[in-house]
């Protein structure tokens, strides 16, 4: 499976930028199945792209690594989180996350429009239409593209 993924967060709730303040920090809160499984697949050393979503320019700004492998989701046992899930419990979990960490963030974003102009993404899921999970795998032709596109 994928050894490189994406994390989509709106950079007014978490950004690269809080990444970077915090070093570490849980990928909490997520609330889709196939998000769930693709952080079940994921190892720790793991990379990722961090991307802002619902800005003015939406793109990759940078890179995370996983620091911790999947663990059960402490939101959706949370009473006071908006994640709180009732149906999910410390003893049956129904979510998980794990930790990632911060490793770099680019010069400057690389945009979601010029993702979509470049061929050799075509096929990436964060390209295709209707697609909106926080979290999904990147194949390792992707990964290296958008890498030269960051000045990597």
Known sequence: MSKYWL???????????DLRRDGTTPWSGVRNYQARNFMQMMSVGDEGFFYHSSCAV???VGICRVARAAYPDAT?????????DP???PEHPRWMNV???FVRAF?????????REIAAL????LLQRGQRLSVQ?????????ILKLGGA
């Open 7 to 17: 994390f989509k967060s709106e950079p007014q709730s978490y950004s690269i930028e």
């Open 58 to 60: 939406p793109g990759i």
């Open 76 to 84: 959706a046992f949370d009473l006071r989180s908006e994640y709180y």
């Open 87 to 89: 149906k999910s419990s």
């Open 99 to 101: 930790d990632v960490s």
């Open 107 to 115: 010069r400057e974003v690389i945009p979601l429009t010029l993702l």
């Open 122 to 125: 075509a096929k990436m899921p």
């Open 137 to 145: 795998p990147v194949q390792t032709a992707e990964w290296r593209t």
